[in-house]
């Protein structure tokens, strides 16, 4: 059987600035051949409908299911695997996560005129992925896309907070710091998590006191935190302004963890 020659392998193509990737195109072409329903029963077929040969075809399959992109069959045939469908939900959850903390996010500004955040862990680190303030502002080094060590901070000790044992484990260890008060800093964590929310009282920032409280996706994962901050002579400065905030705070983060798929909150376990 003859194929004709593909021009992804052309040496004009290769020469070229950004040239594609043949393989990864080859891959796609095949990903979308099983989407759209086609069988890798007959490696034949399948060479002919996305124009490779079939050595690259068996290639290309043995590396997706490798992978865990394809799933091979009982009764022949593969379908898209199921750690590759985790990876896109994530990814869509992501964008979700960002539309829908905007809407939340305000809702927490109206109700407590403090700035509010949205963060996620970016391995020992928080990132700051999105930012609400009041008219009046808030004097803060902390801006969209601010990177800080999440022990330091109570967006970052949320999400700690609930990370598998294992996984806390490896990322005190990664960051002297952390590690050099990994005591301290896991009493202060499982208080964090029994209390459903962490408080910082002039602590990461002069003058500003902060609380977080975690956000989980629909497979239970704590996968951002909602945190506010405000000056220490207004906010969270008595026991009324701390209930208040807690609320408020709690609740947004549990309508942000339906809105994202969670079923319960906290989840159990």
Not at 74 to 95: C, E, V, Y
């Given at each position: 059987m003859s194929f004709s020659a593909d021009p992804l392998d052309s040496d004009e193509s290769a020469?070229?600035?950004?040239?594609?990737?043949?393989?990864?195109?080859?891959?796609?072409?095949?990903?979308?051949?099983?989407?759209?329903?086609?069988?890798?029963?007959?490696?034949s077929e399948v060479g002919r409908s996305i124009d490779v040969n079939r050595v690259t075809?068996?290639?290309?399959?043995?590396?997706?299911?490798?992978?865990?992109?394809?799933?091979?069959?009982?009764?022949?045939?593969?379908?898209?695997?199921?750690?590759?469908?985790?990876?896109?939900?994530?990814?869509?959850?992501?964008?979700?996560?960002?539309?829908?903390?905007r809407r939340v996010l305000a809702d927490v500004r109206r109700q407590l005129n403090v700035s509010a955040y949205l963060a996620a862990l970016d391995g020992g680190h928080v990132v700051y992925l999105l930012r609400d303030m009041p008219e009046a502002g808030l004097i803060s080094s902390v801006r969209v896309g601010s990177r800080v060590a999440a022990h330091l901070t109570t967006p970052g000790r949320m999400l700690l907070a609930w990370q598998?044992?294992?996984?806390?484990?490896?990322?005190?260890?990664?960051?002297?710091?952390?590690?050099a008060q990994a005591g301290k800093l896991r009493a202060q964590l499982a208080a964090d998590r029994e209390r459903g929310c962490a408080w910082s009282?002039?602590?990461?920032?002069?003058?500003?006191?902060?609380?977080?409280?975690?956000?989980?996706?629909a497979l239970g994962e704590a996968a951002a935190a909602i945190s506010v901050a405000g000056p220490?002579?207004?906010?969270?400065?008595?026991?009324?302004?701390?209930?208040?905030?807690?609320?408020?705070?709690?609740?947004?983060?549990r309508d942000l963890s339906s809105l994202l798929g969670s079923r319960g909150y906290p989840p159990a376990g």
């Open positions: 020469g070229k600035p950004g040239a594609l990737v043949s393989p990864v195109v080859r891959a796609f072409r095949l990903l979308r051949y099983v989407v759209d329903g086609g069988s890798t029963s007959n490696l075809v068996m290639r290309l399959i043995a590396t997706l299911e490798h992978e865990g992109v394809l799933e091979a069959l009982p009764q022949g045939g593969h379908r898209i695997g199921l750690p590759f469908l985790k990876l896109a939900t994530a990814a869509t959850a992501a964008n979700d996560m960002l539309d829908l903390g598998p044992p294992a996984t806390l484990d490896a990322l005190l260890e990664a960051d002297p710091a952390a590690s009282f002039s602590g990461f920032e002069q003058g500003i006191n902060s609380c977080a409280a975690p956000v989980f996706g220490e002579t207004a906010f969270g400065a008595d026991a009324d302004s701390r209930a208040r905030t807690e609320q408020v705070i709690l609740q947004a983060a």
